[in-house]
């Protein structure tokens, strides 16, 4: 049968014959990274991928796909015909073996952990390829490289530790996949399949964490409708398959045109990919063609779309590292952000607190301000319980207070009890001097004057009603910052009753040293006279950007109001996010190491005969032929070119990126972008 490839050039080029055609259009030449044509082994296709997978060990996001027509030999490279020959095995086993055995060797300088998750997406639809039970459930997609690559964290992951252990996997993966027979392939995959691969590596002397990813993908083979004379099930499949690589189509040419909206959303495909296809990963595209003269359409149309893909510019890609000192840091801000979210909530609980307590315990002390215990000595004693207690005793002190009324229906349990008075030693101060000497029965002066006292005063209230039965709130999975909580911090505990009121700063002594400093900083706010300068001094002093942290009122709601719409403005929804996701990930100054190369990579492998071409538009004329699969091409891994590395952003500014999150890279990432893989064809 006459072959569509004329020729396969040596440096990646691929010519093809339209018989179709006269003159200067009959014949076409595209050219690629490199092309292999249909007689070369497994492995020496894999040897051109080998430093990209390696690289994974290394921290970095590696993403390998192969694209082709229906029955034009994808799953052939991506799985190999047969699993129980190690020599027809395909890139997806050979990669994994290589992972196991390159983690041994390096096994006294980095422990590594490997697992490994399969999905594919099926009708638009993101299943679990691993499940052993059957069940069909539907994963939803979370692009946020905060999780590393688990763009679907709920799908099935399983950690491996050979190379069996993935077979066996494998097995599972490729039972549940959904197949059918079409006029082209009578075992077409009728769904995108992703092999995705995570490794965890821990440097032994030095603590630095690598985080790398490897999605292996065996795209669905694109086809004409018309031509593979689907009906019912299968027309509806391959119409969900045209439309998801047409979507990834728009995606590649938005990338190469370097266009400020990319549309990652038009299809699930696209939304799991986002981050391998325009994020630092390195990337790698097997593109198969079928050399038949019959399927000259979709040939054409596949090479096209190749050289597209091979002519963006992704940038530099980014290992995931994060070293000790990076992560100690990323710890303390995270700790401290809780620190001043607690502070916030006591803050504003002590302000609302004060309102009734003051009420109360003036109340309390018209029959006798000393005979009240400073303190519960109930073991039992819940703060809610009293706070309750309180609410429906003083009901109408309650509603007088506005936000004490919402406080009560946020109250924290859970917390309450958990929690310990790092404030009350200071508090004590106060109480006892002033319990010692009659008040002023003034309560709006006293709640002016510090909230500190009047929550601390609403604590001995509490106590007087102890007993009393109380319903229970629900503790809030997350308490809103900007919210009243519970007067946790000021509530005594127990334990604290034996005491007295200086338990609680031995308690306090305890905490961090974030702790201590709003304990201390606590000290002094309380003496003010407004707390919610307070609020805005802490905010200062610990120098902390506040994401959600409530603000003085007023200052609040006009920053708001600016805020809001430039937030609502960008018309680039993907990107926007992809910004973010950058940013979160960019925590890491490029890697120099001598395990893999720096560049970021793109392999385009074809898999019809030899030649080379150049693509410049996407079309969508896909045929196959069943029989004669003679040409692969493939677009093959950029060398590695060790010199680049330092065209890199440096670390300080790594680091600042990283830490500010929300820096957009991608255009930066491009003018550093290096030159675009090669194409390798396997005719
Ligand atoms: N390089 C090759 N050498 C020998 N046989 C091949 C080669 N590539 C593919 N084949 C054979 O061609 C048939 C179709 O290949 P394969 O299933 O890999 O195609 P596909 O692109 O994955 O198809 P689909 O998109 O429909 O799933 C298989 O029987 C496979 O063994």
Not at 349 to 366: D, L
Not at 546 to 570: C, D, T, Y
Not at 635 to 648: D, M, R, Y
């Amino acid at each position: 049968m006459q072959s569509a490839v004329d020729y396969i050039g040596e440096n990646g080029n691929i010519m093809i014959v339209n018989p179709l055609k006269n003159g200067k259009e009959a014949r076409k030449v595209f050219s690629f990274n490199k092309v292999f044509g249909s007689n070369v082994t497994q492995e020496q296709i894999y040897v051109d991928t080998q430093p990209l997978v390696r690289s994974v060990l290394d921290g970095y996001n590696v993403c390998i796909f192969a694209y082709g027509q229906t029955g034009s030999g994808k799953t052939y490279t991506m799985s190999g015909p047969d699993l129980t020959s190690e020599e027809t095995w395909g890139v997806n086993y050979r990669a994994l073996r290589d992972l196991f055995q390159i983690s041994k060797t390096r096994g006294d300088v980095i422990k590594y952990e490997v697992g490994v998750q399969m999905i594919e997406i099926y009708n638009e639809q993101v299943r679990d390829l691993l499940v052993s039970d059957g069940s069909n459930r539907r994963l939803d997609i979370r692009n946020n490289s905060q999780l590393n690559g688990l763009n679907v964290p709920d799908a099935s992951w399983i950690p491996v530790s050979s190379t069996q252990d993935v077979l066996d996997l494998m097995k599972i993966g490729h039972r549940n996949r959904a197949v059918g027979a079409t006029a082209l392939n009578e075992r077409s995959s009728r769904s995108h399949s992703v092999l995705t691969v995570h490794v965890y590596g821990k440097e032994l002397v030095s603590g630095s964490i690598l985080k790398g990813c490897l999605h292996l993908v065996d795209l669905a083979g694109s086809e004409r409708v018309d031509k593979s004379e689907a009906v019912g099930e299968r027309l509806k499949e391959a119409q969900h398959i045209n439309r998801s690589l047409s979507a990834l189509g728009d995606v590649i040419s938005a990338l190469a045109q370097k266009s400020p909206h990319v549309p990652y959303r038009n299809s699930k495909l696209t939304q799991v990919l986002q981050d391998s296809l325009g994020g630092h990963a390195k990337t790698l595209m097997f593109v198969h063609i079928n050399p038949e003269l019959n399927s000259i359409g979709e040939t054409i149309s596949t090479l096209k779309f190749a050289e597209r893909v091979a002519s963006i510019e992704l940038g530099a890609a980014k290992s995931n590292k994060e070293t000790g000192e990076i992560r100690e840091l990323k710890e303390e801000i995270s700790n401290l952000k809780q620190a001043l979210e607690r502070k916030e909530a006591e803050m504003e609980q002590i302000k609302g607190g004060s309102t009734r307590s003051t009420t109360e315990s003036q109340r309390t002390r018209a029959v006798s301000p000393f005979s009240v215990p400073r303190y519960g000595t109930n073991a039992n004693f819940k703060p809610e319980t009293s706070q309750r207690s309180n609410d429906d005793t003083k009901s109408s002190e309650v509603r007088s207070c506005s936000s004490g009324k919402q406080r009560r229906s946020r109250f924290p349990s859970s917390l309450t009890d958990k929690e310990i008075l790092p404030r009350i030693p200071f508090l004590g101060e106060e109480m006892l001097a002033s319990s010692r000497k009659p008040r002023s029965p003034s309560p709006p002066v006293r709640r002016s004057i510090s909230t500190d006292r009047g929550a601390h005063i609403r604590s001995r209230v509490k106590e007087t009603v102890e007993n009393q039965p109380v319903a229970r709130v629900p503790f809030p999975a997350r308490v809103p910052i900007n919210k009243s909580i519970a007067a946790i911090p000021v509530i005594p505990s127990a334990d604290n009753s034996s005491k007295g009121p200086y338990k609680g700063s031995q308690e306090s002594v305890k905490q961090d040293n974030i702790s201590n400093a709003f304990y201390n900083f606590q000290r002094v706010s309380a003496r003010k006279v407004y707390p919610e300068h307070d609020e805005e001094q802490f905010r200062q002093a610990l120098n902390i950007r506040q994401g959600g942290i409530r603000k003085v009122k007023n200052e609040s709601k006009v920053k708001a109001k600016h805020q809001l719409p430039a937030k609502f403005n960008k018309s680039d929804v993907g990107t926007t996010m992809l910004s973010d996701i950058y940013a979160g990930e960019k925590i890491e100054e490029p890697r120099k190491s001598d395990f893999s190369e720096p560049e970021n990579e793109h392999l385009l492998p074809v898999s019809p005969t030899i030649g080379a071409l150049k693509v410049k538009k996407i079309q969508r004329n896909f045929s196959r032929n069943s029989q004669n699969l003679e040409p692969r091409v493939v677009q093959a891994v950029e060398p590695l070119i060790p010199g680049k590395l330092e065209n890199k952003l440096p670390s300080n500014v790594t680091h600042t990126v990283k830490e500010g999150g929300n820096t957009s890279m991608p255009e930066f990432r491009r003018s550093r972008s290096t030159p675009r893989g090669k194409f390798m064809i396997l005719p």
